[in-house]
């Protein structure tokens, strides 16, 4: 059974960059058929998808957010990452790290979910 | 980007009655479209994918229909575990996109 589990920090000041972890057990992320992506939930609002990343290390990202955000993977540790640049306020959430389908071979739906972590912006 | 709307964004329903939500695409969808469950201080669980099919140990009791542009979900008869807010999502086009949600009360 996949399991994925959120880390970092979970508070950070305005401007700074928001770094978050997200680790897979039960299976690998170079399964080829697999996307890992990061979605959040501003406190009593609804998801907003982040981006996805493939194991080639393509990535798609949202483009209300894509100038401020890097994902990348690590192999050796199974592992995925989220870097939001220059955050804000605004950026206060709760962030899900979560697998999904072939977006090409229309399974782009999300079947495993991380915890979440709650991430507050403030001063 | 594809718009999802949902409709009601509260639904008021006593136990053992059917609760119908509704999700809008702003364009078609085909039936790209999986429903999720959100209760308090969870993740949300996947329900329903291509518009119609159960998710592995879904109940019965949820079904999903509609293709293009309009969606349902219906839950036939609710049970208490089933008070929750609910979000419909698209994954015919990046980025993908989910609606704002309708959460089912407990009238």
Known sequence: ??????????LLKPSET?????TVSGGSITNTTSYWAWIRQPPGKGLEWIGSIYYSGTT?????????????LD?????????????????????YCARHGDYYDNSGYYDYWGLGTLVTVSS | EIVMTQSPATLSVSPGERATLSCRAS??????????????????????????TRATG?????????????????????????????YCQQYNNWPLTFGGGTKVEIK
């Open chain 1, 60 to 72: 798609y990202y949202n483009p209300s957010l894509k100038s401020r955000v890097t994902m990348s």
């Open chain 2, 27 to 52: 364009r078609s969808v085909s039936s790209l479209l999986a429903w999720y469950q959100q209760k308090p201080g969870q993740a949300p669980r996947l329900l329903i994918y291509g518009a119609s």
């Open chain 1, 1 to 10: 059974q996949l399991q994925l589990q959120e880390s970092g920090p979970g």
């Open chain 1, 18 to 22: 928001l770094s978050l972890t997200c």
């Open chain 2, 58 to 86: 879904i109940p019965a009791r949820f079904s999903g229909s509609g293709s293009g542009t309009e969606f349902t979900l219906t839950i036939s008869s609710l049970q208490s575990e089933d008070f929750a807010v609910y």
């Open chain 1, 75 to 95: 192999t050796s540790k199974n592992q995925f990452s989220l870097k939001l640049s220059s955050a804000t306020a605004a950026d206060t959430a709760v962030y």
